[in-house]
């Protein structure tokens, strides 16, 4: 198993450009997370989704979008860059059936973006 | 305010010393996990706690949840160089969806 496959690990953008982030798992997940860490912070919870066709906001949704098309796949959209969004980002996914059962979340292993 | 509060957002022990870090819920709790981190760098998972009461150890961390209390506390039993990093603690609250506390970075000084 692959688990949780995120790239790019870095890249650099100009303000104004667009980019995706792509999130793959291969664990057969329904919940799907994007999150935002800055420096000597802890997550912020950008968008998730609980299967495939759902996706809501979390905390920090403005200036990003979010598809999921697939159980697999979860990519982070980026319009109009700016360089409040200079951050590592992670994905993770988890599977939930409710209270009965949760289980841990999965990450990848991050996307250092910064913007110029 | 957080869902999540961790406590203290900072801690620095001496080598061999132990360590306590506190997660706080203003939810109900079904289930909470630790993870580490290293600066920079991914997170690794440390331990998952499912039941009230539960306790959980892995060479020198130990976990603890109270499901009453909705909180769970973290212990580092003589602290080494290699547990420095950012500790975090997270549960799935709304809808299920994994929400994380702010995280507790430790510094271990030789």
């Known amino acids: 198993n692959a688990g949780v496959t995120q790239t790019p690990k870095f890249r650099i953008l100009k303000i104004g450009q667009s980019m995706t982030l792509q999130c793959t798992q291969d664990m057969n997940h329904n919940y799907m997370y994007w999150y935002r860490q800055d420096p000597g912070m802890g997550l912020k919870l950008i968008y998730y989704s609980v299967g495939a066709g759902i996706t809501d906001k979390g905390e920090v949704p403005n200036g990003y979008n979010v598809s999921r098309s697939t159980t697999e796949d979860f990519p982070l959209r980026l319009e109009l860059a700016a360089p409040s969004q200079t951050s590592v980002y992670f994905c993770?996914?988890?599977?939930?059936?409710?209270?009965?059962?949760?289980?841990?979340?999965?990450f990848g292993q991050g996307t250092r973006l910064t913007v110029v | 305010s957080q869902e999540l509060e961790q406590s203290p957002q900072s801690l620095i022990v001496q080598e061999g010393k132990n360590l306590t870090i506190n997660c706080t819920s203003s939810?109900?709790?079904?289930?909470l996990y630790w993870y580490k981190q290293k600066y920079g760098e991914g997170l690794i998972f440390l331990m998952m706690l499912q039941k009230g009461g539960e306790e959980k150890s892995h060479e020198k961390i130990t976990a603890k949840l109270d499901e009453k209390k909705q909180q769970s506390s973290l212990h580092i039993t003589a602290s080494q160089p290699s547990h420095a990093g950012i500790y975090l603690c997270g549960a799935p609250l709304n809808d299920y969806k994994l929400s994380f506390g702010a995280g507790t970075t430790v510094t271990v000084r030789a």
């Open positions: 993770a996914s988890s599977y939930s059936r409710g209270r009965a059962k949760n289980t841990e979340a999965f």
């Open positions: 939810k109900t709790l079904y289930g």
